[in-house]
Nanobody, 119 residues
Framework: QVQVVESGGGRVQPGGSLRLSCAVS????????MGWYRQAPGKQRELVAR???????QYADSLKGRFTISGATTGNTVYLDMNSLRSEDTAVYYC?????????????WGQGTQVTVSS
């Protein structure tokens, strides 16, 4: 059974930094891409950043320069470094893994980790 596990959330003051980690359990599949999404209260889930197996990265325009996704999908682990955090970054952050078994593809989500930016 595939497991996607996030860690690293917490409370931080405005201007602070946090690192989130995401690991996908090993299995007989390939990882096409992994990404981070977030959902604030009353809002839709939105893309934060995504990295492909070819290490191509994609970011939400509003977050470029403050957030960095890294890691290797081949190692089934990715990170999200968040700097200069603002109150509007408060949300539940979810890790997403796009997996492939031969020609079959599926997407898996972690349980989410809370990030609260507050003084």
């Amino acid at each position: 059974q595939v497991q996607v596990v996030e860690s690293g959330g917490g409370r931080v003051q405005p201007g602070g930094s946090l690192r989130l980690s995401c690991a996908v359990s090993r299995g007989k599949f390939s990882v096409n891409a992994m990404g981070w999404y977030r959902q604030a209260p009353g809002k839709q889930r939105e893309l934060v950043a995504r990295i492909t197996a070819d290490r191509l990265t994609q970011y939400a325009d509003s977050l470029k320069g403050r957030f960095t996704i890294s890691g290797a999908t081949t190692g089934n682990t990715v990170y999200l470094d968040m700097n200069s955090l603002r109150s509007e970054d408060t949300a539940v952050y979810y890790c997403n893994a796009e997996l492939r078994w031969g020609k079959k593809e599926s997407t898996y989500w972690g349980q989410g980790t809370q990030v609260t930016v507050s003084s």
